[in-house]
């Protein structure tokens, strides 16, 4: 490899608080080698809570985009990116979409832009004007990253994206961070003690189906089994699915732990994970689940049938499916319940084996400095 200065990457986001795109995001920065790469952020918005993770000291610029289309951003994105000069602009997702404009018209001549998931008002992607636009902006992106083959298909074949200039990034996971242990004194701190936990941990948005979650939760034998469910995470929907829970039998069960640092300690509070999303990328919180060695019981959409091998290290559940649900909790609970310590450890082993962090930084690392050293007209 050539001498060469530190390749600079402008992360540009829609807000920097704390979710799955964010949280891999932030092991990249803290994980990518530093006498390499330079890294700094731009938030369309406001940066968030995914800030205080960061542990390298890095500009942070926040842009304060008015809500809906902001006729100014472009402009404003456009002098940033000259003042900083970076080498390669990574947007991620829909909401950072008027990074692409703004690295073009600023003579950016490296551009990545990451999908990593969905929201409630496009879950599949489909949204139609959301796609022409997507065609027509993504003839200036030079690379794209897919967290899935499901999301690499969708790139390929409903907007139209050559599979050439498509990579494959599997979200990784620190399996020293979370890891298997019994957290006994915290579950006497949570008024856990003697309890059968099930428990999410994402962002409180109406995608990840926290209600069918709390339905499926009420309808299990609360008589038979001393049952607890948490809810980690915080988000939009936070005030109206704790009042969802009020209406529900055994509400007071259902304990919301909000944000928390310290989120590894938590899952070892765990018995069983659930995630019933809708849609799904990669689920970072499915990794960190399966790092703890829990079961994972996860609807199969999107990736997270890359992730959980069903009657192996889970159980694969169909979407919106109350009942369903109700009948994989019960298979760790009434049926087999030893298959709960047996999925998990099946799980934990899997993370380790294929969904490394370190993986994932290797391969970020190789992205960037191949597309650097092309544009540079350098030989890596």
């Not at 995608?207 to 469910?229: E, G, M, P, T, V």
């Not at 969802?244 to 055994?250: E, G, I, M, S, T």
């Not at 919106?320 to 999925?343: I, Q, S």
């Amino acid at each position: 490899m050539p001498n060469i200065s530190k390749i600079k990457i402008l992360h540009v986001f829609h807000s920097f608080n704390m979710g799955g795109l964010e949280n891999g995001v932030v092991n990249l920065i803290n994980r990518s080698d530093p006498n390499l790469f330079e890294h700094e952020i731009c938030c369309l918005t406001t940066t968030g809570s995914a800030e205080k993770r960061l542990e390298r000291g890095l500009r942070i610029y926040q842009m304060h985009k008015r809500e809906g289309n902001d006729w100014r951003m472009i402009p404003k994105l456009v002098r940033l990116i000259k003042s900083v000069k970076p080498d390669i602009v990574h947007t991620r997702n829909w909401g950072s979409i008027d990074g692409i404009i703004a690295a073009k018209m600023a003579g950016i001549s490296r551009v990545i832009h990451g999908e990593h998931g969905w929201n409630m008002d496009d879950p599949y992607g489909l949204l139609l004007r959301r796609r022409i636009a997507r065609r027509i902006l993504f003839l200036g992106v030079d690379r794209f990253v897919a967290v899935s083959k499901d999301i690499r298909q969708w790139l390929h074949k409903t907007v139209g994206v050559r599979s050439s200039k498509v990579k494959t990034i599997i979200n990784g996971v620190d399996t020293e961070k979370f890891f298997s242990m019994p957290e006994t004194d915290s579950r006497a701190e949570y008024e856990l003690e003697g309890s059968i936990v099930i428990g999410i941990v994402s962002r409180l948005d109406p995608i990840k189906r926290h209600d069918l979650l709390f339905q499926a939760f009420s309808k299990l034998d609360h008589k038979k089994y001393k049952l607890k469910l948490i809810v980690i995470g915080g988000g939009s929907e936070n005030s109206k699915l704790q009042e969802l829970a009020k209406k529900l039998p055994y509400s007071e069960r259902i304990k919301f732990l909000g944000e928390c640092e310290e989120v590894a300690k938590l899952y070892r509070l765990i018995d069983i994970f659930v995630l019933p999303s809708e849609n799904e990328g990669i689920s970072n919180t499915i990794l960190e689940a399966m790092a703890s060695g829990l079961p994972v019981i996860a609807t199969k959409v999107g990736g997270s049938p890359e992730l959980v091998q069903h009657e192996h290290t889970g159980l694969l559940i169909s979407p919106n499916d109350c009942d369903e649900l109700v009948n994989a909790l019960n298979f760790y609970l009434e049926k087999t319940p030893e298959m709960r310590k047996v999925h998990g450890s099946n799980a934990r082993e899997r993370a380790v084996s294929e969904f490394s962090l370190d993986r994932m930084i290797k391969q970020y690392e190789s992205l960037y400095k191949s597309l650097y050293f092309k544009r540079s007209g350098q030989i890596n």
